[in-house]
């Protein structure tokens, strides 16, 4: 072969070289891993899984969580149990997919629903708005979560429970000190729930009886336990509650309480803790905080079952808002008095505008041929009187439909 066809030869190996290697080059490039998390055990543990998975959000999206539901049996105080629910949001939002309502906002929500508002500085609406309806305006969707704090002595477990799919159980080992609470939460996000939810034990709730101490346990370097027969409980028979509950008791060395508050239940807080502030616990070596349990013996409880009048059919009304059951018993009874026994039975239809106070501005019922025209009169009366809370925005539409008959 003569040399300048090889010397052609080998240029053109070099240009489809060149060509490979660019081509290379260009290439879209594979994207890189994320760095790897921090190597720390505890955390990989609660990697849980995206929430697209457990079906908590369609492509993964964020989704609200709201904590408001705390149980406890812990010697922790009022601002320390605050920590602890910090602590638990936060554990929350390290949860991929998962974001916690702030406090602030679910108590916010909480004060407009006492003060009978839909909004800071709206009207009064003519139905008191409730929580639940509110948190469905501000965080539609959002799932429910509970905090759950049991101990046996000084030992504990907190739990965190998301719509009973995903959980996170921490364990405590000194029940009266919050930092080590704050501790276990630290780094720590949710992962998938076990079969099986956390479900507190089913309790009487008919007892109203004498109250009696039926449990006390103490928590503290200079723990002393007092005996329950040394407890006086002839002060609390004045104070209301119900079946059960539990107070947190701060003592002093003296044997004094100087601080007291209510765990759970509804026993009336001022008298109970009056009550236990007039007794000895006895000397200790230094403070000390005491939960008792307290407990209402059974009484007899005579229960009457409600019937319908024969005189009347039974009325159940349904609207699009999605009302609380109170509010829908409510206006169940404002159109029972237009039917009677011999009204045909079968579903009406009805249209009403609401009023920003909640109040129904003009009512309109379709066409039917189930009611007399007098009972047709009666029910645009009633409808027209009926009480909503105050709508998200005005004018307001609200579809209802009405059932004569079971």
């Known amino acids: 072969m003569a040399p300048r066809q090889v010397l052609r030869g080998l240029f053109a190996i070099e240009l489809c070289a060149l060509a490979i290697a660019s081509l290379v080059s260009c290439a879209p490039k594979a994207p890189h891993a994320p760095d790897a998390a921090p190597n720390d055990s505890r955390a990989a543990s609660q990697a849980g899984p995206t929430p697209g998975s457990l079906g908590l959000g369609p492509g993964g999206a964020t989704r609200w969580v709201v904590l408001d539901a705390v149980e406890h049996d812990a010697p922790l105080f009022g ?28 108590s916010r929500m909480v004060t407009l629903a006492g003060s009978g508002r839909s909004k800071e500085g709206g009207p009064v609406c003519a139905s008191p708005p409730t929580y639940t309806e509110l948190l469905d305006r501000s965080y539609p969707d959002a799932l429910s979560a509970r905090l759950v704090l049991d101990c046996i002595g000084e030992h504990c477990t907190a739990a965190v429970e998301v719509a009973a799919e995903l959980e996170l159980v921490v364990k405590v080992d000194t029940a009266h000190d919050v930092a080590s609470w704050e501790r276990a939460f630290d780094g720590m996000r949710l992962a998938p729930a076990p079969l099986g939810s956390i479900e507190p034990a089913p309790g009487t709730k008919d007892a109203t009886g004498p109250w009696s101490v039926a449990q006390v346990l103490a928590f503290g370097d200079f723990a002393r336990v007092p005996q329950r027969s040394q407890l006086s409980t002839g002060d609390l028979a004045a104070c209301g509650g119900s079946a059960s509950a539990t107070l947190l008791l701060s003592v002093t060395p003296e044997g004094r309480a100087q601080q007291c508050e209510r765990i759970d239940g509804d026993v009336e807080m001022p008298c109970a803790c009056s009550a236990f502030s007039r007794h000895d616990f006895g000397a200790a070596a230094g403070t000390r905080r005491l939960t008792l349990r307290l407990r209402r013996a059974a009484a007899s409880v005579s229960v009457t079952e409600r019937h319908e009048p024969p005189s009347r059919s039974p009325v159940f009304v349904a609207t699009d808002t999605n009302e609380p059951p109170t509010r829908r018993a409510e206006h169940a009874r404002a159109l029972q008095g237009c039917v009677t026994a011999a009204t045909r039975k079968g579903k009406l239809e009805a249209s009403l505008v609401l009023a920003e106070s909640g109040k129904v501005d003009a009512a309109e019922l379709a066409q039917n041929d189930l009611l007399s025209e007098s009972e047709r009169a009666c029910v645009v009366r009633a409808l027209g009187e009926l009480k909503f809370a105050c709508p998200a925005a005005v004018p307001a539409r609200v579809h209802a439909t009405i059932r004569v008959g079971p």
């Open 79 to 106: 601002e320390e149990l605050n920590r602890v629910e910090a602590a638990a949001r936060a554990a929350i939002d390290r949860t991929p997919g998962l974001r916690a309502v702030p406090k602030d906002a679910i």
